[in-house]
């Protein structure tokens, strides 16, 4: 969602009052809830047109709407075993309808800061603290996995990179484990989570000094698995394989100055990948800001670049960005 959409979401929620927008939240991610408090504490007057304006629009796209299908979750798993046939769909129709009963106390710390997670974890096993990662969104991971220490964290992603699925009686164990903060289940089928792509992402997302860290210790460990994560692993500068319809994808989504920043620690053939995707008015306006910029820190360089390769996950999960991957003709 654009700062437009967010600010006219919060605009929505706001004039529904309390109660309502406290029913419209429940049906959120916490990452939705965030990005929406945030909105709303930053709006401090908002002129009497706007707010029309958004009811308008939220009325008309309302009135759109009609009811397609009575049992949705019918309705996909008729439609993915008619596609792909009975084994794949039922791996897919897990992964889908994942959240209810198995993965109920693990959905909880998706609402808690790394902070409180890492401290939660911290004495546990690196193979229950693998087991729980795994359900938690890269970037919240790659967060959490940063507040262990280095040992830990080695341990942590090795299990992460070899999970093949999580056996029903290893969720209970989870539950028994963490108390009320964990629920297990009795599921008949493994949850698919962990592998190589799930380390490869929390890795991507936790800097360049932790990166270069953890891919030796596993090198030494299993050289063979160590090159099927780095395999797996986007960077900034694989950017340059996007096409050009991507890349102007990406372009409409990120501000001006994050660019700048990012763009200060890039290789030159992704400056000019950039460079050629805009118009000649903008390129040259980059260009300038650029030499003029003066030294930027590396942190801040990485910290930008991260938050590029949010979007360019986002846009590839849209289907607006195809990422060619390393190891052969698969996609990421």
Do not use: C
Request: charged share 30%; proline share 2%; no cysteine.
């Amino acid at each position: 969602m654009d700062d437009q959409g967010l600010e006219n979401s919060a605009i929505l929620l706001m004039s529904l009052g309390e109660e309502e927008a406290a029913n419209v939240f429940r049906h959120l991610t916490p990452k939705e809830v965030q990005s929406l408090g945030e909105a709303i504490t930053k709006m401090k007057s908002i002129p009497r047109e706007r707010v029309d304006a958004v009811l308008e629009m939220f009325s008309s796209v309302a009135a759109g709407q009609s009811l397609l299908v009575e049992d949705t979750d019918e309705y996909v798993k008729a439609v993915l075993r008619r596609a792909l046939g009975d084994e794949k769909a039922e791996l897919l129709i897990d992964r889908i309808m994942q959240g209810g009963g198995d993965t109920a106390g693990i959905e909880s710390l998706k609402w808690m800061d790394p902070v409180s997670v890492a401290e939660l974890l911290r004495v546990e096993h690196p193979q229950i603290v693998a087991a729980i990662l795994v359900h938690l969104d890269y970037d919240h991971a790659a967060e959490v996995l940063k507040l262990f220490t280095e040992r830990q964290r080695n341990e942590v992603l090795v299990r992460i990179a070899t999970l093949d699925g999580i056996q029903p009686s290893a969720l209970k164990d989870l539950n028994e484990v963490m108390g009320k903060v964990l629920s297990g289940s009795d599921r008949s089928r493994k949850a698919t989570l962990g592998g190589v792509k799930t380390a490869a992402e929390m890795i991507n997302l936790m800097g360049n000094s932790i990166e270069t860290v953890v891919l030796d210790y596993i090198r030494e460990a299993d050289n063979e698995l160590a090159q099927k994560i780095m395999d797996n692993m986007f960077t900034f500068d694989d950017l340059v394989d996007i096409d050009d319809k991507g890349i102007q994808a990406l372009l409409k989504e990120v501000q001006s100055e994050s660019l700048v920043v990012a763009l200060k620690g890039a290789a030159p053939a992704m400056r000019e990948k950039v460079f050629k995707n805009m118009s000649t008015r903008a390129a040259e306006t980059l260009r300038e800001d650029l030499e003029s910029r003066g030294p930027v820190r590396v942190s801040e360089v990485e910290a930008e670049q991260k938050e590029l390769l949010k979007i360019v996950r986002r846009l590839a999960d849209e289907g607006q960005i195809v990422l060619g991957g390393g190891g052969g003709d698969d996609f990421l």
